[in-house]
């Protein structure tokens, strides 16, 4: 009898499992074989991150139980019990946090010199250079408020920076007030001493000077604190006559949403504590007492100032693409074959002179590009406002890219003053997919169109420290697809298929189904059945179901999924041959690879969707197919199999829904299982190694072996 694949117990908690993630974060800043900055840029990263997870996502979750949803997730959980779940975790985690930071990091950099000092610790000169910042810098942007029947309690915004004061006028002794100070966000909120790497909080000037302000009062307690609000938009597109100008307004509301958390310091007086949680409207466990700075992510500034570049990683040298012998252009080298870069292992600097040089050549007829996060002094941004003075040039900017909206907005605007045609896409739907199509008038005087199509957005910056792919052709099966994406996004004119692309949301899903269905059907016939995917998450039932048909058919699944995983593997009969692994390390995993086995006629597909309901049905989205076999073949070998080789990044899912490191499993009967490699593997550190020469690959891309397999990019 078949099992049902319905059973909670074959699913995981979505968002239990993203603060897994953001756990294997944390462990990157307290191992100790990390160099030390890189150790608190990740702590850092971990702030971060769980801001924008109680922002967004466990906002959310309180919004659906305040409007009464009881519907239990695939996992069984119904939205209290997440909110339970998801309390106690957040608490441990925080916990955790300041424990790295307190017990590890704050004295491993005293050791390197490097020190983050309380304002008692300071030596005559750095207290006399403390107070003159005080006076010049800082004195002049702060206003005191006292909180009485006529000073009503401030507008705090979201994720500003706050001191919390417990008044007592000295003249009327009975009863006390509440005083509040906003610190300056135009302000460092680290304070770097003069000739040393020392380092003062801001805060912590803003309360020595308290006394200054209010005068008339004693102080009985201060203590820093933050509030996080709901930064969710929800906007009425179908009736909205201007979506630039609704996301603007809705902008502002966001940092006036409903309070989701009060950060404050551990030691805070408990009057102070709860008379802020009764003001901001919080429960209990909504309150997180900080053992340590209030709002760990701004510890970036030690690493961001520091030179010390012993304690940082070393610097990738990017291998440099180069046009073959016979091409005297990169157009000519895309009519003989398709390009493919693997960053930031391969220079980004040929996707930027690919939109930079379309824009100037003179034959070039049009472009067409989707924007969805891109860098603050843009390249790509600038490029298309120079070629709008001689050619057809559009740009779907994505306005709800969230927390990019407000830039994404001013370029919007930039581009649509310098001529460009700016669309927003459709309603309904975030433009996710990264493309760009070029119409180049040939010699010949037929007009031929070449693409960039990849995983990664639009931005240089962010190519430094992501791993993506980029896919230069000029196959016209692919560039005709890619026209009619543009139709859809500009027009909402659908075309029956897309083929060669998967688009979402029109036929992404489904496609996404039917190969993963072909292949368990490939399995029940004895055939190479295998499928090997990397993405950031995999939510969708959809697909899990039908992994779980796959594995119970007979075919081996390799998942490399770096955040969310709601799919259970290692369930006798439903999911044994299926293996998932998370790799974090010192670049964002963010390429999305898919490879089908298909009965020995193998494909593999790249693009911007995970499996994750959103990129599937809410979003547009490109999945395209690498048809050149030894490109094809390049990325299985580096996109994916040194991947399931690493032994020290890898953190292997369990069925329980833990994580356990491979190089726990090196030496375990459970090591052939998982496909490990030797110990102390880095896949992400051999990856750099191979493109600076000092690595090469075997016939199976499995490590440092004996050759590579192909030259070509």
């Known amino acids: 009898m078949a099992r049902s694949l319905e059973n909670p117990a074959y699913y995981i908690n979505p968002e239990a499992s993203w603060l897994q993630f953001n756990r294997r974060v944390l462990e990157e800043a307290e191992d100790e074989r990390n160099p030390l900055l890189e150790r608190v840029k990740f702590l850092a990263i971990t702030a971060s991150n769980l801001d924008e997870f109680f922002e967004v996502r466990l906002a959310a979750?309180?919004?659906?139980?305040?409007?009464?949803?009881?519907?239990?997730?695939?996992?069984?959980?119904?939205?209290?019990?997440?909110?339970?779940?998801?309390?106690?975790?957040?608490?441990?985690?925080?916990?955790?946090?300041?424990?790295?930071?307190?017990?590890?990091?704050?004295?491993?950099?005293?050791?390197?010199?490097?020190?983050?000092?309380?304002?008692?610790?300071?030596?005559?000169?750095?207290?006399?250079?403390?107070?003159?910042?005080?006076?010049?810098?800082?004195?002049?942007?702060?206003?005191?408020?006292?909180?009485?029947?006529?000073?009503?309690?401030?507008?705090?915004?979201?994720?500003?920076?706050?001191?919390?004061?417990?008044?007592?006028?000295?003249?009327?002794?009975?009863?006390?007030?509440?005083?509040?100070?906003?610190?300056?966000?135009?302000?460092?909120?680290?304070?770097?001493?003069?000739?040393?790497?020392?380092?003062?909080?801001?805060?912590?000037?803003?309360?020595?000077?308290?006394?200054?302000?209010?005068?008339?009062?004693?102080?009985?307690?201060?203590?820093?604190?933050?509030?996080?609000?709901?930064?969710?938009?929800?906007?009425?597109?179908?009736?909205?006559?201007?979506?630039?100008?609704?996301?603007?307004?809705?902008?502002?509301?966001?940092?006036?949403?409903?309070?989701?958390?009060?950060?404050i310091e551990a030691d805070a007086n408990p009057e102070i504590i709860e008379r802020l949680r009764t003001e901001f409207e919080l429960e209990n466990w909504q309150v997180f007492p900080n053992a340590g700075p209030v709002n760990l992510s701004r510890l970036m500034t030690i690493y961001d100032q520091s030179g010390n570049t012993e304690l940082k990683y070393k610097s990738v040298v990017p291998r440099e693409f180069h046009l073959t012998a016979k091409s005297k252009d990169f157009f000519e080298e895309l009519r003989r074959h398709d390009v493919v870069l693997h960053h930031p292992f391969d220079s980004y600097d040929p996707v930027v002179s690919f939109v930079e040089s379309a824009c100037e050549d003179p034959h070039v007829r049009s472009i067409k590009q989707t924007l969805y996060r891109t860098s603050q002094d843009s390249p790509f941004v600038n490029a298309l406002v120079d070629a709008a003075q001689g050619k057809e040039v559009t740009a779907v900017v994505e306005l709800k890219a969230r927390f990019d909206e407000a830039p994404n907005i001013r370029w919007a605007r930039h581009l649509e003053d310098a001529g460009v045609q700016v669309f927003h896409g459709v309603v309904g739907l975030k433009t996710h997919c990264k493309l760009t199509l070029v119409s180049r008038e040939e010699g010949d005087g037929v007009i031929r169109q070449y693409a960039h199509l990849a995983t990664g957005n639009y931005n240089e910056i962010t190519a430094r420290f992501y791993t993506d792919l980029s896919l230069f052709t000029a196959d016209e099966e692919i560039t005709g697809a890619i026209r009619g994406v543009f139709n859809f996004l500009t027009a909402y004119a659908e075309r029956e298929n897309y083929s060669p692309l998967l688009v979402a949301p029109l036929d992404l899903a489904e496609g996404f189904l039917s190969l993963i269905g072909r292949e368990a059907e490939h399995a029940r016939r004895k055939r190479p059945a295998r499928i090997i995917a990397k993405m950031n998450g995999l939510l969708d039932k959809n697909i899990i179901q039908a992994l779980y048909r796959a594995s119970q058919a007979g075919a081996q699944i390799d998942l490399i999924v770096r955040g969310k995983c709601a799919l259970r593997p290692g369930i006798r009969g439903v999911s044994d041959r299926i293996r998932v692994r998370s790799i974090v390390g010192r670049f964002l995993e963010h390429s999305r690879l898919f490879y089908f086995a298909n009965g020995g006629d193998d494909e593999l597909y790249v693009g911007s969707a995970d499996w994750m309901p959103r990129n599937l049905y809410d979003r547009v989205e490109v999945v395209f197919p690498v048809r050149d076999p030894i490109l094809r073949q390049r990325l299985l070998d580096e996109g994916l199999h040194v991947y399931l080789q690493d032994t020290v990044k890898a953190r292997l899912l369990q069925a329980d829904g833990s994580y356990v490191r491979a190089e726990e499993l090196l030496g375990s009967r459970r090591k052939q299982a998982f496909a490990l490699g030797a110990a102390g593997f880095n896949a992400q550190e051999f990856l750099v190694g191979l493109a600076e020469g000092k690595q090469v690959l075997d016939e199976a891309g499995k490590g440092p072996r004996t050759r590579v397999r192909s030259k070509r990019a």
């Open 61 to 263: 979750l309180l919004q659906r139980i305040e409007d009464g949803y009881t519907e239990p997730g695939a996992d069984g959980t119904t939205p209290v019990q997440e909110r339970d779940l998801l309390a106690r975790d957040t608490h441990q985690f925080v916990n955790a946090q300041y424990r790295c930071w307190n017990e590890h990091l704050r004295a491993a950099l005293a050791e390197q010199g490097i020190r983050v000092l309380g304002l008692h610790e300071l030596d005559p000169d750095q207290l006399d250079h403390v107070n003159g910042y005080r006076q010049r810098e800082l004195d002049p942007l702060l206003t005191p408020v006292t909180v009485d029947p006529a000073h009503p309690f401030p507008r705090v915004l979201n994720k500003a920076l706050c001191v919390a004061l417990l008044l007592r006028r000295r003249r009327r002794a009975a009863g006390t007030y509440m005083g509040v100070i906003t610190v300056p966000r135009a302000l460092p909120r680290l304070v770097r001493l003069p000739d040393t790497e020392d380092y003062v909080f801001l805060a912590d000037l803003v309360t020595m000077h308290a006394a200054d302000m209010y005068s008339g009062y004693d102080i009985i307690s201060a203590a820093a604190f933050r509030v996080t609000r709901n930064s969710n938009l929800y906007l009425q597109e179908e009736e909205s006559r201007n979506l630039l100008e609704s996301v603007r307004t809705e902008l502002h509301n966001r940092r006036r949403g409903d309070a989701v958390r009060l950060e």
